[in-house]
Structures are given as structure tokens and as C-alpha cells.
């Protein structure tokens, strides 16, 4: 429960033969992964919900974050998030979310520079 088993692990079971897991549910995080880094993932995966509106309300692409919380809401049932275009869509928002980073620290930088 500590470690986790790993994506790409199989099981050798008798009637069945080999069992791959490809891919992962939100539940099945903290089997594969195990704690610490199940909750790394979960917290990775709710990170720009919590950017956009909590700590940073003034970020501009909110709509992009509603549509990737539809996508998370979706991801309940079905193992879609783990899968390539998930993990494409968070690398995108979290692409978007240090360029709006960069931009805000740049713009009130200047304000609190003295020459």
C-alpha cells in the first residue's frame, strides 16, 4: 500500500493469464502509486482548479479550466485521464498556467521597482 504496484504491472493469474494495468481510475491511484506518490498525483491533477480560483482569481483562461474540471468529472468512470490525451490536457494547462505565471510576475514586477 506504501509503494504501489506501478503502471504497466501485470499479474500472472492461472485461468486468466497475464493481467496489465494500462491504465487507472482515481481510486486505483493510491494501489498503483501508493500513498505518497498517489497523493502527488492527486493534487497535480487538482492544481489548476485550485489555481484559477483560489489562489490566483485573476487568471484569464478560466474557461479552459471549467472545461478540464468537466473532463475530470467525466474521468470518474471511465480510466480516461491516465491515457496520453489526458495527460496532454494537464500538460497543457499547466503549461498555460506558468506562461500566465511568468506574465504576472513580469507586469507587477515593474511596479515595485524603484530607478
Not at 11 to 37: A, C, Q
Amino acid at each position: 500500500m506504501l509503494f504501489g504496484k506501478g503502471l504497466g504491472s501485470y499479474e500472472t493469474w492461472s485461468l486468466r493469464g497475464d493481467f496489465y494495468i494500462t491504465e487507472l481510475t482515481f481510486l486505483e491511484v493510491f494501489r498503483n502509486f501508493g500513498l505518497p506518490m498517489g497523493l502527488v498525483m492527486l493534487i497535480l491533477m487538482i492544481y489548476p482548479i485550485l489555481y484559477a480560483f483560489i489562489l490566483r482569481p485573476s487568471y484569464r483562461d478560466k474557461h479552459i479550466i471549467i472545461a478540464y474540471t468537466a473532463y475530470l468529472i467525466m474521468c470518474m468512470t471511465n480510466p480516461l485521464f491516465f491515457s496520453s490525451t489526458g495527460m496532454l490536457i494537464l500538460a497543457i494547462i499547466l503549461a498555460n498556467i506558468s506562461i500566465f505565471n511568468s506574465a504576472f510576475k513580469e507586469s507587477h514586477s515593474s511596479m515595485f521597482q524603484t530607478k
